[in-house]
């Protein structure tokens, strides 16, 4: 009884570990990572999408609105955008986000609000987390997210 058991186990197990299939995803629209990718799928019942940091940096490498606190936070939800079109998403299905901020000042918050009721739903917002940290020095702020697809 115990073999049948111990057979059953791997059977099912070797089938679940099979069925997940991963994808790893870099979209021509964001700067060519080094130690990362943007994007990173997950397929089984559901569809789980991973997003790296994202920072104000367009395709080119080229840091938007060097000092200008709103001009990235706009340029991060772009590249956000951008990630989540490659992979047959929208904010919609954005679960968790993560935001760091650089040189942290409670009005970046408020410009983040701003900024993020532009692209994210107001009914069903998801979870996020904000913190200050130190960045890059010309970097004001980073986001990650999750996002499920059906």
């Known amino acids: 009884m115990k073999l049948i058991l111990i057979i059953a186990t791997l059977f099912f197990s070797t089938k679940i570990k099979a069925q997940v299939q991963k994808q790893f995803i870099n979209p021509n629209e964001l700067i060519k990572p080094s130690g990362y990718t943007h994007v990173v799928v997950t397929k089984n ?32 939800y772009e590249n956000m955008k951008a990630a989540l079109i490659a992979t047959g998403a929208d ?19 408020k ?14 917002p998801p979870a996020n987390t904000t913190v200050g940290v130190v960045l890059s020095p010309d970097v004001l702020i980073e986001m990650e997210a999750i996002a499920v697809l059906k």
């Open 45 to 76: 019942a559901n569809t789980t999408i991973y997003i790296a940091g994202e920072v104000p940096f367009n395709s080119k490498g080229e840091l938007i609105g060097k000092g200008d606190f709103r001009a990235q936070v706009i340029q991060v």
């Open 91 to 109: 904010f919609n299905d954005v679960v968790k986000m993560n935001t760091y901020i650089g040189n942290y000042n409670p009005e970046y918050l």
């Open 111 to 124: 410009i983040v609000r701003e900024v993020r009721s532009m692209y994210l739903s107001k009914e069903n």
